[in-house]
């Protein structure tokens, strides 16, 4: 399932982040604590170059625990500060203000020395669509002031939002890249949600999730949906497994067509909107060991 979604209106955004970047002391990086590789844009990496750089694992909440400290022990690793959030509850919300003012602290202090007492930090909001940027930034400016959605592609262009007196945001749109070398990235992008379902067909994409799910975590799939989740022999092919299991849910759940059929396209649906609202459990999809060199 071969999967690319690049907007005209994203090239557009990598322009004005290039243009904006000497406004800003720093940016702030909102990742899918879910799948912190696929949700990572590589190209903000050329973008933003040196400058500071926060990494805010959003959705922290519908992530592995186990995950989140090694993903934040990696992330730190490589020399980046990294704050746990679940922008949509406000958890971690409180710490975004003290953390940047602690990773720009040599800063602050030579403004100070130039006797620039007071002035805000202003702080650069980045990452692809719908990791939740728009209601982090609600939450941390305490008033909707970003139009937030749980669609992709809200944002349309950039949204200065003044925290207080010492901190004020940009927010810029969710961006992709023009091409994803791993089919693997647009299908675990598109289980989030940040692709949009429209170009896709969602029963095809339920079935890959089935697939990944019973691999890492078959116990939350046969507790949420009561189904056997047996291993996956080697004679089965395609998504031929996958299928199987979406077969078992919809029956399970009742969902039926004439003739007595499982209704796929229906419990496909469901099993994605469950998924993406964290009703199946927390998930880490993706683990530090898997990025290549080439990736880093």
């Not at 909001?125 to 592609?153: E, L, M």
Request: proline residues 5%.
């Amino acid at each position: 399932m071969d999967i690319q979604w690049f907007p005209g209106h994203m090239k557009k955004t990598q322009r004005m982040i290039a243009e904006n970047l000497k406004y800003v002391d720093i940016v702030a990086e909102v990742i899918d604590a879910r799948i912190p590789v696929s949700s990572r844009n590589p190209d903000i990496d050329t973008l933003v170059g040196e400058k500071p750089r926060l990494i805010v694992l959003n959705r922290a909440d519908q992530a592995d625990p186990a995950g989140n400290r090694l993903w934040g022990d990696w992330f730190r690793s490589r020399g980046w500060s990294v704050l746990e959030t679940d922008a949509k509850e406000g958890k971690g919300i409180n710490q975004f203000s003290p953390v940047v003012k602690e990773v720009l602290k040599d800063k602050i202090q030579q403004w100070q020395a130039k006797g620039q007492v007071g002035r805000p930090i202003r702080a650069m909001i980045v990452g692809v669509p719908n990791v939740g940027k728009s209601t982090f930034i609600n939450k941390v400016a305490r008033r909707k002031s970003a139009k937030a959605s749980d669609k992709p592609g809200v944002t349309r262009g950039k949204q200065w939002v003044a925290v207080d007196a010492g901190l004020d945001l940009l927010d810029t749109p969710g961006i992709l890249w023009p091409k994803f070398e791993d089919p693997q990235t647009g299908l675990h992008l598109a289980f989030t949600g940040a692709v949009k379902d429209e170009i896709m067909d969602t029963e095809t994409l339920a079935c890959h999730l089935l697939e990944e799910l019973a691999a890492a975590y078959p116990a939350a799939l046969t507790e949420r949906y009561k189904i056997a989740v047996p291993e996956r022999s080697e004679e089965e092919e395609g998504l031929a497994y996958g299928y199987a299991l979406l077969e078992q849910a919809a029956r399970k759940r009742g969902f039926l067509i004439s003739g007595g059929e499982p209704d796929t396209e229906r419990m496909g649906k469901v099993l994605l909107d469950e998924f993406r609202a964290g009703k199946l459990g927390r998930f880490t999809l993706e683990k530090p060991q898997t990025i290549s060199e080439e990736t880093e």
